[in-house]
């Protein structure tokens, strides 16, 4: 068993430990399972999907690996951190990397410091804020991510089919698929799930006001019907350096995979490996409006409502008569006038279930 870490002094937000294991420990414990490793494909190879996949490898030579925690030590799933610990130590680890971080901007450092430390496999403990900050800190390296699903909404690991389930979580880590997924980039930031600019960035800003913490997956759905009565703003929208809409819109999504905030199917033709992002814009004012939008969503049928637009493409550009946030992943950004979008394909390495069928 690997020994717990220490805390540092209060005075450093970041906590790091590097554990190696006793020579004279014995072997360390390996897969339970004993399933036969056979490459895969995330999508159906006959429809184009290019991501390709591979069973978990040893590091070179038939080394342990490197392993990297990244952990928001304010998000809670199974018995925590210490048992987060205890499960990794039950597989077969070299180095042990251990960080952890008061909030989810204090991520990408340590991402980054991981990787220039030879970690084989990271290992993201929170939320999508989380995830996403660490996504875009090793987007086109060779990194390989895990995601313990602790936060809120938890939707990449959701659309993925990895489960809140902090053992299965780390099983995957270890023995699952290795696929090489694409992502999308806003205004220079990636993300895994989603951007948007309107009516959701301006109710996941509402959300994280604390309001998470207190509701939970309830939050999104208080501020969403705090902000049904948003007034429109004019819009031009290109896809592909073609001009695609042009008028009053309450709101622009972006997706990356097809369930979004709220638990909501926007996008059900998502596929996070086909080179392609979805895009929707929603010319919905007021409650009645939203509520016939959102039915149809709700229905996995966006594209028949009459206040929903949808098509997909591989670079998006928006200009805003007026100021309005965006977000990303869910986390709330600042007001812009302009936001450009474009998808980087297979742009990160991801450990997913054995079964592409299990995927959500």
Not at 92 to 105: A, F, I, Q, R, T
Not at 150 to 177: H, S
């Amino acid at each position: 068993m690997l020994s717990p870490a220490d805390r540092q002094a209060a005075d450093d937000p970041a906590t790091e430990h590097t554990t190696t294991p006793d020579p004279d420990a014995g072997p360390a414990k390996g897969p339970a399972d004993g399933r036969p490793a056979t490459a895969q494909s995330v999508g159906d190879p006959a429809a184009g999907r290019h991501a390709e996949t591979a069973p978990r490898a040893r590091a070179g030579h038939g080394k342990a690996p490197r392993v990297a925690v990244i952990a928001h030590r304010k998000k809670s799933l199974g018995g925590g951190l210490d048992e987060l610990r205890k499960v990794i130590a039950d597989h077969e680890v070299g180095d042990l990397l251990w960080y952890e971080v008061p909030k989810s901007k204090k991520a990408p450092k340590k991402a980054r410091e991981a990787l220039k430390k030879g970690a084989d496999l990271i290992f993201v403990w929170g939320g999508d804020g989380s995830v996403q900050r660490c996504v875009d800190a090793l987007a086109g390296t060779d990194a390989t991510v895990a995601i313990i699903p602790a936060g809120t909404a938890n939707l990449l690991a959701r659309n993925l089919g990895i489960p809140e389930d902090l053992p299965e979580a780390v099983r995957i880590g270890f023995q699952g698929r290795r696929a090489k997924l694409d992502l999308g980039k806003i205004n220079g930031e990636h993300f895994a799930v989603m951007a948007g600019v309107g009516f959701d960035a301006e109710m996941i800003a509402d959300a994280d006001r604390g309001l998470k913490d207190r509701l939970g997956r309830l939050a999104y759905v208080w501020t969403g019907l705090r902000h049904v009565g948003g007034a429109v703003t004019p819009m031009k929208i290109k896809i592909d350096d073609t001009d695609w809409f042009e008028g009053d819109a309450s709101c622009v999504l972006v997706g990356n995979v097809g369930t979004i905030t709220g638990g909501v199917e926007v996008f059900d033709e998502a596929r996070p490996d086909d080179g392609w992002l979805e895009v929707g814009v929603s010319t919905a004012e007021g409650p009645i409006q939203w509520a016939r939008a959102l039915g149809r969503m709700s229905a996995g049928r966006a594209e028949d409502s009459p206040f929903v637009r949808v098509t997909r493409a591989r670079k998006i550009s928006v200009k805003l008569g007026t100021p309005m946030a965006y977000e990303l992943d869910g986390g709330a950004r600042g007001e812009v006038k302009r936001v450009k979008i474009k998808v980087v394909p297979r742009g990160i390495t991801l450990c997913l279930p054995d079964n592409p069928a299990d995927q959500g």
